[in-house]
């Protein structure tokens, strides 16, 4: 390993034991009729090394707790397939501990790659010192981590959450002249782009002394929490003196349109509403006018992702940040962008 290169050294594919087998142990299942794992040759046009094994990727997501994320893993699954990578993917259904347990199936099945898009900032280090002392390079995507050891992870894959808060502020300035009352419906608490969105929307409107934030709490990332968050906020004795939502996602921003229209008023006239990501449903809010604002947040990462797994089974160095652009839509672009929206 190059002492100036803090990323792991490739080491040679060990024989994995059952696939089956030790995912389900990983996971604490009972195991049925696990044959020996025989690796699969590669269905990616034979580079004449003759019916070389697929390269194997463990992927551990989150969940599947919005458009977003369901883009994101689609975009994972296909690009997988129409590569001949041997995905091991695994739902982590919003739990740190699951994703932390499929980390460890991986290395026990001796992947080449692994990614995963980290629920939290904090709590990983452990494990991936488990997977550098295994020699597997460790790809982020999505989301970062919390390490004092920067070798832990070969790079990450994602956006600037902060530009995007950045960017979600600046529109509601210039929207209401700089006076708001804002209800902030926020990610999940701890997780990257929670904090960083945040962060960035703050810093923002500090610019602008008419701007407050009101009310803020987690929605989770989810349509139903965000209406119900945004109920007991219109509710709320501040309730009368919002004027604008800041969601840190579109399905949270949806949610909060529901309980805006079920309280009988206006949402995108006497509520304005901005968000993030850009999922398709939102352009189609934004046609309605019930949604005024969202910044891009480009789930569909499955290329970027693959470009770097196979670069690092090879032994090659990559990137150690790649950012992925981000454009701010409103409702005036909406209906022309709508048809060109993948995700
Ligand atoms: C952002 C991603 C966030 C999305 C949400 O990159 O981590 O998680 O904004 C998703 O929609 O749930």
Redesign the pocket.
């Known amino acids: 390993m190059n002492p100036s290169d803090p990323r792991p050294a490739l080491r040679p594919r060990r024989s994995s034991i059952s696939r089956r087998a030790a995912l389900a142990l990983a996971l604490g299942l009972s195991v049925v009729g696990c044959g020996k794992h025989e690796p699969k040759k590669s269905a990616a046009p034979d580079s004449g090394a003759g019916g070389r094994q697929a390269l194997r990727v463990g992927f551990a997501q989150i969940g599947a707790?919005?458009d977003?994320?369901r883009a994101n893993t689609q975009s994972i699954r296909d690009e997988a397939a129409a590569r001949g990578v041997d995905l091991v993917f695994v739902d982590a259904q919003g739990s740190q501990a699951n994703q932390i347990r499929a980390i460890r199936s991986f290395i026990a099945q001796g992947v080449d790659v692994i990614a995963f898009?980290p629920v939290v900032e904090t709590g990983f280090e452990p494990v991936l010192r488990e997977v550098k002392e295994a020699g597997i390079p460790v790809i982020l995507t999505?989301?970062e981590v919390e390490v004092s050891d920067p070798s832990l992870y070969a790079t990450f894959i994602?956006?600037d959450f902060v530009a995007e808060g950045r960017a979600a502020a600046e529109w509601l300035a210039g929207a209401t002249s700089g006076q708001a009352g804002i209800a902030q419906l926020e990610?999940t608490p701890g997780?990257a782009?929670a904090i960083d969105r945040r962060a960035g929307f703050e810093e923002a409107i500090a610019a602008h002394p008419a701007m407050h934030i009101i009310k803020s709490q987690s929605g989770e990332?989810t349509r139903a929490k965000g209406r119900e968050v945004m109920e007991s906020f219109l509710n709320s004795p501040e309730g009368p003196r919002i004027t604008a939502v800041y969601a840190?996602?579109?399905?949270m921003a949806l949610g909060a349109i529901q309980a805006i229209e079920a309280a009988g008023k206006k949402p995108g006239v006497d509520i304005l509403v901005v968000s993030?990501?850009g999922v398709k449903a939102a352009f189609q809010a934004m046609t309605e006018g019930s949604l005024n604002c969202t910044v891009e947040?480009n789930p569909l990462l499955g290329p970027a992702l693959f470009d770097a797994a196979e670069a690092l089974a090879a032994g090659k160095t990559i990137e150690r940040r790649i950012v992925t652009p981000a454009r701010v839509f409103t409702g005036a672009s909406s209906a022309a962008e709508l048809p060109n929206r993948r995700y």
């Open positions: 707790e919005s977003w994320r898009a999505d989301r994602g956006a990610g997780a782009p990332f840190h996602n579109d399905d993030i990501d947040c």
